[in-house]
């Protein structure tokens, strides 16, 4: 991915103080595509306690579950090598005021945030995270905490393996 587009850096001020997020170095136009990678999770039916399949105890705060029911965790700590860390995505915040400017995207294995409009360069990049999401410790500005449609956004197809099974040696 070329990360000439986006950095992830503190916020300063406001409900996520201190906390990351993810930001344009340069102007942004609409349907610019950020990979969302991680380990494409294998889940147990027989031991988990959840509709998902996984563990009661296991931490959801990354997974994203694809249309046909693929669920990649996000999670840098559970990259094995410096460069599986470097998944920009996951650092998108939801808005606590105003609207989303992408939405996630998926396909098969491989989910991309999709910006919706064009976004300023040093603008904050934000994303409704989904009903699923479950409890927040702030109020988002998303509608009932859904996604937006999609309406005419097209993304652009990216020739990079997205879901990466850091698994693998």
Do not use: W
Request: glycine content about 8%; hydrophobic content about 30%; some cysteine.
């Amino acid at each position: 991915y070329d990360d000439s587009f986006v950095t992830v850096r503190d916020i300063k001020n406001g409900p996520r103080a201190n906390q990351a997020g993810l930001f344009a170095k340069k102007a942004i136009p609409k349907g610019h595509v950020v990979p969302y990678i991680g380990k494409i999770l294998q889940p147990s039916f027989k031991t988990g306690n959840d509709t998902d399949g996984l563990p009661e105890s296991y931490d959801r705060t990354y997974v994203i579950t694809t249309d046909d029911g693929t669920m990649i965790d996000g999670n840098p700590k559970l990259a094995k090598k410096e460069k599986d860390a470097i998944t920009y995505a996951v650092f998108a915040n939801e808005p606590t005021i105003g609207n989303p400017n992408a939405v996630f995207e998926g396909e098969d294995d491989e989910i991309f945030l999709v910006t919706t409009r064009s976004i300023r360069k040093g603008g904050e990049i934000f994303v409704c995270y989904g009903e699923s999401y479950g409890e927040r410790d702030y109020k988002t500005s998303c509608a009932q905490g859904l996604p937006p449609p999609l309406d005419s956004v097209v993304p652009i197809q990216v020739p990079i393996q997205v879901a990466l099974d850091m698994n693998d040696e």
